[in-house]
């Protein structure tokens, strides 16, 4: 194995490019073991691994966080530690989030472990988490806190195929004698993906509005911001706070009566006393609550049933059609 760093102006190939164009047919180096170890830290990487990878059985793919646990306050236990310190692919959502990974890696038992950092890939294009619950109108105090990036990348599509194009290359390097494979199924894939995003597209473009409103944290910009909605939401990103301000419940009610929204999104794992309270301070109060899949604790359970990132981006999509309807 080639170690090697992924610069993301590298990465960054043009949509529309085949994804042939960052494979290389770098044969194996020899190992502890016989198969290509390959561990992703949530499941939309190990999904978009599982599509490149295929039928291979010369990999053995990895999912770390696969017991339901939101990968926010996931606990890496001794054995995740040395899955990671000795795999020959880790690809993780970087940040904040799982900061302890890159405490593993410092003695990381391969060298030449090729190391995906989704934030790191998204280079320049990786955004803040913004205000939007109207908290900058009347409470002073957040000004001088530093903006934290949204690490949220893997809910857009369009970073998806990004993501894909990494992946497909990361194992034409560690597994050169394999690479066409990797390469066809990465560009079915990428074509699948492709058709989604056009779907979500129309699907926006012909709705009745372009507004959405979450009673409950807001992990879903990049998403949102991919198809030029509008957003309002409690507490931006997947924020630690659990109560909204009286004024936050007031100004989200303001803005259902102002726009006339049916409905009122939530999160997966959400209790929704947050969207109660917005609807019971609306003109109507009868307004629906909405549920988006964020893709952040699906469980080993969901996956051997079926579940897919782009089953769930279809089922998303549903849920958005209503809410703009």
Known sequence: MLKRKFIP???????????????????????????????????????WAKQVIGENENVDLTLLVDN??????????????????????????????????????????????????????????LKTEACIN????????????????????????????LFTNAISSAMCTADGEHAEIYQANAQRYFTELQEADAAF???????????LLFGDRFPFRYLTEDYGLTCYAAFPGCSAETDASFETIVFLAGKMDEHQLPAVCTIDGSDSNIADAV???????????????????????????????????????????????
């Open 134 to 161: 109207g908290e900058e109108d009347h409470d002073h105090e957040h000004d001088h806190e530093e903006a934290a990036y949204d690490e949220h990348v893997w809910l857009s599509l369009k970073n998806a195929m």
């Open 279 to 325: 609807i019971s301070n609306t003109a109507d109060q009868n307004q629906n609550i909405l549920t988006l899949n964020s893709m952040q604790s699906v469980s080993r359970e969901q996956i051997d049933s079926g579940i897919t990132y782009l089953s769930i981006m279809e089922e998303n999509l549903a849920v958005l059609s209503e809410a703009l309807n």
């Open 201 to 211: 597209t129309e699907t926006v473009q012909n709705a009745e509005r372009q507004v």
């Open 9 to 47: 102006a590298l990465l960054c190939l043009t949509l529309t490019a085949p994804l042939a164009a960052g494979c290389t047919k770098t044969p194996q180096s020899p190992g502890n073991s016989d198969k290509i170890s390959v561990v992703c830290t949530i499941f939309p990487q190990y999904d």
């Open 68 to 125: 339901g646990t939101d990968f926010h306050s996931y606990q890496p236990g001794t054995d995740d530690i040395v899955t990671i310190s000795s795999c020959d692919v880790l690809v993780y959502v970087g940040g904040s989030a799982d900061s302890w990974i890159e405490e593993a890696l410092v003695n990381a038992a391969n060298p030449d472990m090729i190391k995906l950092n989704l934030t790191e890939i998204m280079g320049g294009s």
